[in-house]
């Protein structure tokens, strides 16, 4: 069985309730074991281990959460060149535009050799019902794929 990974990082309402919908359509789909972890929860093993992952974070000062990057750097090194190509997407709860969140945390994965396979979900300012269903559309479509080997 496969598993997707799923790391966010909160410090409000807006990125917990994005990370409670990718979950929700993850687990919609059968065949895959879905993790759910905060970043300061999640390290180098619970990467190793995933056949795929999906990163939530705010916006914070036209960035990623100072716990994502915290949890990237974590993971870097010890996963460098053990998860290329494996799956990744990423959705932000973003005050802004959101683009400079999507611009950092795509910088660094880039090192790791992921392979994108869903573009980033912004939920602007305050989350609609449409974002939050693309929110889940997102889980639902990453588990998928990796349910049936796609990726």
């Known amino acids: 069985m496969k598993t997707l990974l799923i790391v966010y990082h909160t410090g409000g309402v807006k990125t917990a309730r994005m990370a409670e919908a990718v979950e929700r359509g993850a687990r919609s789909e059968g065949g895959v074991t879905v993790l ?10 619970d990467l190793l281990a995933a056949d795929g992952l999906i990163l939530g974070t705010p916006e914070n000062f036209g960035y990623m959460a100072g ?9 870097f090194y010890p996963c460098e060149g053990k998860v290329n190509g494996r799956p990744w997407a990423l959705f932000v709860g973003a005050g ?11 910088r660094i994965v880039a090192g790791l050799r992921l392979q994108k ?15 939050l269903s693309r929110c889940e559309e997102l889980g639902a ?11």
């Open 141 to 151: 479509a990453v588990a998928a794929g990796l349910a049936l080997g796609v990726f």
């Open 36 to 45: 759910v972890k905060r970043c300061a929860e999640a390290g180098a093993d």
């Open 67 to 75: 716990m994502m990057k915290d949890f990237l750097e974590r993971v």
């Open 117 to 131: 396979v869903h573009d980033p979900i912004i939920g602007l300012k305050e989350l609609t019902p449409e974002i």
């Open 96 to 106: 802004q535009d959101g683009s400079g969140a999507v611009n950092s945390v795509e």
